[in-house]
């Protein structure tokens, strides 16, 4: 047959790109889908909510108290003349006039948990991000490889059809014809795999996006069309990140750092006096009687003694859990720089073996052409024009497999170097679906 194969990339992305779905699509179906994301989003909110209700704690309070009194004496011959019931009812307007600082720090420790909620919901936001794109490269790799494997049987079936005829009528050889039938086998064989390797990771995709088996079986992903520009344009994309950017998790652990520190400003300003301003308008008088009015006015003065050891204890606490904190950003930088470090050895090795089976393509696509040249004038056997042709789609197969360990060490390196935006792998602009 002389149907050149390597072009048959390019005709599936070409085709599926109609109506398939972008990474834009796919994260926003995921960030829908994710309850863990939404529960994050809705502690952002009851955190703001009570910011707003402690921001009332120190405004003007009103109060009514009203309570009933009955008297009895215990010696019964004086109840008839000592047996009474008073009645109170008072209404009180309070302020605290100095608190030494307690309500703003209070102000300062609830502003920081609300910080560091709104961080946490950003941070498991990323996290989904960086696990969606990893997801979604696998699945257009994976059917980009099946595809091709797909192309390749349906090439081994027409040249096993025309081996039969042939042999049939006497032009060529039984191993011929059997030569067909195991290159149709090995096609069959690889196929296979690369069906069962496409479906586990639309399986993995379909968690995220909250998609049943068959509508992630009937969805279609892009995939380059020209994989040598994409992988350059790749490559410049991740030497560009020469520093290591703040990651969320890292504004979050900082952030828990100051609250922290508000919460010990919180815990010495509770130990201090708080003086108070009290007007009271108050009817009181017995059930049988008249009501007597009274109007005071009262400063207060508050203080809840601290037991013996009491705050050096708390404040110990506090300083141990920024301890904890400390450690936790100190481990963090450095999962970052090794698991930067790791990606970057990854990409450059699966960059070189990318460029070196490029190179090869090359030469496997000229060798293929060659021995099918000579098969037609009858100089070479169907063994040979099997082997070259196993040799080239072997090689294309590799080279995917390549790209797509390029893309997970690319987002991986993003994810270590800070760089939140990994859409961009999957734009026009890198030629992603493209032709």
Do not use: C
């Not at 379909?206 to 350059?232: H, K, N, V």
């Amino acid at each position: 047959m002389k149907k050149n194969f390597s072009n048959f990339l390019v005709f599936w992305v070409l085709s599926a790109n109609v109506g398939a779905m972008t990474f834009e699509q796919a994260l926003r179906t995921a960030e829908s889908q994710s309850i863990d994301l939404r529960r994050a989003l809705l502690a952002a909110e009851i955190a703001q909510a009570d910011a707003r209700v402690a921001d009332y704690e120190d405004s003007l309070k009103a109060t009514f108290n009203a309570s009933v009194a009955d008297y009895r004496p215990k010696d019964r011959q004086t109840i008839a003349a000592l047996a009474n019931k008073d009645r109170v009812a008072s209404f009180t307007l309070s302020r605290s006039v100095l608190d030494f600082g307690r309500h703003t720090a209070r102000m300062q420790q609830v502003t920081g948990t609300k910080e560091v909620k709104d961080l946490s919901a950003e941070e498991l936001h990323d996290s989904l991000n960086y696990r969606l794109s990893r997801a979604y490269s696998l699945v257009a790799v994976t059917g980009a490889l099946k595809t091709l494997a797909e192309g390749q049987v349906r090439v081994a079936e027409g040249r096993l059809k025309q081996q039969a005829a042939n042999y049939r009528h006497g032009l060529r050889t039984e191993s011929d014809w059997i030569a067909a039938q195991v290159d149709l086998g090995k096609a069959q064989i690889m196929l296979k795999k690369a069906m069962d390797d496409d479906l586990l990771n639309r399986l993995a995709l379909a968690r995220l996006l909250g998609m049943s088996r068959q509508e992630i079986a009937e969805a279609s992903f892009p995939f380059p069309a020209d994989s040598s520009t994409y992988a350059a344009k790749l490559a410049d994309r991740v030497r560009s990140w020469n520093s290591f950017l703040p990651t969320t998790t890292v504004r979050r652990l900082q952030r828990e750092q100051l609250a922290l520190t508000a919460e010990r400003d919180l815990m010495i300003a509770s130990k201090r006096p708080t003086l108070g301003l009290a007007l009271v308008a108050q009817k009181a008088g017995p059930r049988d009687g008249e009501w007597n009015d009274r109007y005071t006015g009262q400063l207060t003065l508050n203080w809840d003694l601290p037991w013996t050891g009491q705050s050096r204890e708390e404040e110990q606490r506090i300083t141990l859990r920024q301890q904890d904190v400390k450690l936790a950003i100190e481990g963090e930088t450095q999962d970052r720089s090794d698991k930067a470090l790791n990606a970057n050895q990854v990409f450059s090795a699966a960059e070189s073996q990318f460029r070196a089976l490029g190179e090869q393509q090359q030469l496997t696509k000229r060798l293929l052409l060659l021995v099918k040249q000579r098969y037609e004038s009858g100089k070479a056997s169907a063994l040979e024009v099997a082997a070259a042709e196993s040799d080239h789609i072997n090689n294309t197969l590799e080279q995917i497999r390549q790209l797509g360990v390029m893309i997970v060490a690319a987002i991986d390196s993003s994810e270590a170097k800070g760089e939140k935006d990994v859409g961009q792998f999957f734009s026009s602009t890198m030629g992603w679906g493209q032709d």
